[in-house]
């Protein structure tokens, strides 16, 4: 994943990439399944966000009032589908990555409710 800057709710930047994919996390790689492993968009956007949740953690020691400060946007804030969809993209490259050596064809790969799973096909 190319390194990007999201905006969060507080109005700072954050860059959701991940580090090195040979890296060994396994809390990463159980978020990362179960956002993988879901029945329908509604599961697929609370996984991305455990998934958020886990990566800010990971850089910065959050208390969940600060969690909820930089992940409550309003309804029409576009940085929230900004960072939902860097999120999405952040699981899809995974997904990739790992189709070569798992295996795994492309059609069951595909998240639900997610036609346009390919990064930059939206």
């Known amino acids: ?3 990007i800057q999201v905006r969060l709710a507080d109005g700072e930047t954050w860059d959701p990439t991940v580090g090195d994919p040979a890296r060994q ?3 990463f790689d159980a978020l990362l399944a179960a956002a993988i492993d879901v029945e329908d968009h509604s599961e697929a956007l609370r996984a991305e966000l455990a998934l958020t949740i886990y990566l800010l953690r990971r850089n910065y020691d959050l208390s969940p009032d ?3 400060l930089l992940l409550t946007f309003t309804p029409d804030d576009p940085a929230l589908a900004t960072l939902q ?3 999405h993209d952040l699981v899809v490259e995974r997904i ?5 050596a798992v295996g795994v064809p492309a059609t069951e790969n595909q998240l639900p409710g997610r036609s346009n799973v390919i990064p930059g096909t939206r």
């Open 96 to 100: 990739q990555g790992n189709r070569g």
């Open 66 to 68: 600060e969690l909820a």
């Open 1 to 3: 994943m190319d390194r």
């Open 25 to 27: 996390d396994p809390e």
């Open 85 to 87: 969809s860097a999120i």
